[in-house]
């Protein structure tokens, strides 16, 4: 590494620390990542000269152009599938590292914990090992594990009234942390049916929250929703947010943003049913934007099958989008965010959706290439033919 740096001789001694990676991370920002593929997506298109109209009908000047394509996906956070009774046997471990942590503050009398901590711990494997254990037994663990947190806390907060929690603890805010998931459990222990807003699921990202998609290889995952865009082959972020969100209420503001980079409105917006709402139907047809999918209303008998043709049309267009997304979580690492700060993770999400972009461009670059040293070659093969037709014959 030191040689890659450029250093002429081994140094002992370490040029940065760990943390300095994250830090330039959160330098950046995932707003300074946008920006950076706005200028990328600028200087390969610029902003004078639209997008290549898709759509089969011809635009005149001033008229709307290019197609707008819009999707959502999740880049799952690197954390366990959470279950109730791992998450507080995590607190519990947790806030045992944090008596240990502040027992030299005390007076150093009596027990560490309420509990045996060596039975705590058994009794969550008894039901962790267990491939299918009762419901009732899984309940039964919880209220243990719940109760042995809330003594833990009980601890610790009285230990830190009297010594101060900035003077002699430093893991102030994972303490809260778990407080906070100590009290969500009590509520949903006691009343399973009451919602539980801004639930927490991992102790270490609590950050992380459970976003319902309804897929077949996952109803819930758990990590950051992008709202993404296409324009051009190229990707852009939309909104980005670790609270799930309706997609249809980003679709006027992807069409502003599109309007800033181009001057104009998008001619069409391929999008899925769920865009379609009535707010945006009405914000399309006031902008000349034609918004895939059905119209309202009973249709005519001479227009179904050319709304049939325009869908089946839209259906193949949106398919990039749709390759975009797989695209970025098979190679570019979307699919598992490794990153577990907030910011960090959100940097890291924009970060693979500019390589993806980059990689566009490359590909891109690499047809031109092609075509050029194709046409090269056919341009020395025609002039060498002519040049042997022009010689004299013997």
Not at 202 to 231: D, M, N, T, W, Y
């Amino acid at each position: 590494m030191q040689y890659f740096l450029g250093l002429t001789e081994f140094n002992p001694k370490p040029l940065f620390e760990s943390a300095m990676l994250s830090q330039f991370a959160m330098r950046f920002g995932e707003d300074g990542i946008a920006k950076i593929n706005e200028e990328i997506y600028r200087r390969m298109r610029p902003p004078e000269e639209p997008p290549d109209d898709s759509d089969s009908s011809s635009g005149g000047e001033g008229e709307n152009k290019g197609t707008l394509i819009l999707d959502a996906t999740v880049a799952p956070a690197d954390i366990r599938y959470p279950t109730d009774l791992a998450l507080l046997n995590e607190c519990r471990e947790s806030s045992e590292e944090m008596i240990e942590s502040i027992w030299e503050h005390t007076e150093r009398t009596g027990h560490k914990t309420a509990y045996n901590r060596t039975k705590a711990r058994k009794g969550y494997l008894e039901i962790a090992k267990q491939r299918k254990p009762r419901r009732r037994q899984i309940r039964q663990a919880i209220r243990e594990q719940l109760e042995y947190v809330e003594k833990n806390i009980e601890w610790v907060e009285a230990v830190l009234q009297k010594i101060g929690a900035e003077g002699y603890f430093e893991h102030w805010a994972h303490f809260q942390t778990i407080q906070e998931i100590a009290k969500q459990q009590r509520l949903h222990f006691d009343n399973p049916a009451a919602p539980v807003p801004n639930r927490i699921v991992s102790v270490r990202q609590p950050h992380v929250r459970p976003i319902v998609r309804g897929k077949a290889r996952s109803e819930v995952e758990f990590g950051q929703k992008l709202g993404l865009s296409i324009v051009d082959g190229f990707a852009f972020i939309e909104n980005q947010s670790w609270d799930n969100f309706s997609e249809g209420k980003t679709l006027q503001a992807s069409a502003e943003k599109y309007r800033e980079r181009h001057g104009v409105y998008p001619k069409a917006i391929l999008a899925d049913m769920t865009y379609r709402n009535r707010e945006n139907i009405r914000f399309c047809k006031e902008h000349g934007i034609r918004l895939t999918g059905p119209k309202l209303g009973r249709p005519k008998v001479s227009e179904i099958e050319a709304d049939r043709e325009q869908a089946y049309k839209d259906s193949c267009d949106r398919n990039m989008v749709e390759g975009r997304i797989g695209i970025g979580k098979r190679r570019y690492g979307l699919d598992l965010i490794y990153a577990r700060l907030e910011t960090t993770s959100a940097v890291e999400a924009a970060m693979n959706i500019l390589a993806m972009n980059v990689g566009h461009i490359l590909r891109v670059l690499l047809r031109f290439f092609k075509k050029l040293a194709i046409f090269a070659a056919s341009s020395f093969k025609s002039q060498l033919i002519s040049s042997f037709v022009l010689l004299p014959t013997v």
